[in-house]
């Protein structure tokens, strides 16, 4: 059972994460929620993960490499390591200075593809990125939720090689889908699901809608 117990002290600033399969449109929503936050005169910061600073884009090629052979156990670390390097260079120090962050994925991917999809056990998974972490928490996780159809559809129109993990069968997508509706279920206050079928602009009004209360005391 995958439950909602991931907890810590709320910093200065907000983070903002955004979840879902490949092909939910993250990247996509992310980059419009960056931009409407701005225009409010509130400073955010846009991030991806694994990635963001230089060791971590380094990991981030390791990890998605298809060439490679990675086993359950070292994909979970390598993605903790590059966590733990993001929140080490960037998002603690923004968090401080007040900032919003908005980070393309996070903890939540690394419980619900390795936890569950590689059966690692999601609270030895919690575990792991707790301490890679140092218990930076997200004050809001926008969970995009669509179909396994949509999900193949949109990654063969991208018309781009296909990573080691987008290249996983159905049934280990499947397993991530319900890990994460189970995570949603378990924390909703924190985890928004949104309906990531819809036309972008509804993606992202729905979006904004979901942060709304996190932005007014940064904006003011």
């Given at each position: 059972?995958?439950?909602?117990?991931?907890?810590?002290?709320?910093?200065?600033?907000?983070?903002?994460?955004?979840?879902?399969?490949?092909?939910?449109?993250?990247?996509?929503?992310?980059?419009?929620?960056?931009?409407?936050?701005?225009?409010?005169?509130?400073?955010?910061?846009?991030?991806?993960?694994?990635?963001?600073?230089?060791?971590?884009?380094?990991i981030r090629?390791?990890?998605?490499?298809p060439s490679?052979?990675?086993?359950?156990?070292?994909?979970?670390?390598?993605?903790?390591?590059?966590?733990?390097?993001?929140?080490?260079?960037?998002?603690?120090?923004?968090?401080?200075?007040?900032?919003?962050?908005?980070?393309?994925?996070?903890?939540?991917?690394?419980?619900?593809?390795?936890?569950?999809?590689?059966?690692?056990?999601?609270?030895?998974?919690?575990?792991?990125?707790?301490?890679?972490?140092?218990?930076?928490?997200?004050?809001?996780?926008?969970?995009?939720r669509i179909?396994?159809?949509?999900?193949?559809?949109?990654?063969?129109?991208?018309?781009?090689?296909?990573?080691?993990?987008?290249?996983?069968?159905?049934?280990?997508?499947?397993?991530?889908?319900?890990?994460?509706?189970?995570?949603?279920?378990?924390?909703?206050?924190?985890?928004?699901?949104?309906?990531?079928?819809?036309?972008?602009?509804?993606?992202?009004?729905?979006?904004?809608?979901?942060?709304?209360?996190?932005?007014?005391?940064?904006?003011?």
């Amino acid at each position: 059972m995958v439950d909602g117990r991931y907890r810590a002290h709320v910093s200065e600033g907000r983070l903002i994460t955004i979840e879902g399969l490949d092909g939910a449109g993250k990247s996509t929503l992310a980059a419009k929620l960056a931009q409407a936050i701005a225009q409010r005169g509130v400073r955010v910061e846009l991030l991806r993960e694994p990635g963001g600073v230089a060791l971590s884009e380094r990991i981030r090629e390791l990890v998605k490499d298809p060439s490679l052979s990675v086993g359950g156990r070292a994909e979970a670390l390598l993605y903790a390591a590059a966590r733990a390097e993001l929140v080490h260079e960037r998002v603690r120090p923004l968090l401080e200075q007040g900032a919003i962050v908005l980070l393309d994925r996070f903890v939540d991917s690394s419980l619900a593809y390795q936890g569950a999809g590689r059966g690692l056990g999601v609270e030895q998974v919690r575990a792991i990125n707790l301490f890679a972490t140092g218990e930076v928490i997200p004050a809001r996780t926008l969970l995009l939720r669509i179909a396994p159809a949509t999900r193949r559809g949109r990654l063969h129109t991208r018309g781009e090689e296909r990573d080691r993990l987008e290249r996983e069968d159905e049934r280990f997508f499947a397993t991530i889908a319900t890990a994460y509706d189970e995570l949603a279920r378990a924390d909703p206050q924190r985890i928004r699901c949104i309906d990531g079928e819809q036309p972008p602009a509804r993606v992202l009004e729905q979006a904004l809608d979901e942060i709304e209360d996190l932005l007014p005391e940064l904006g003011d």
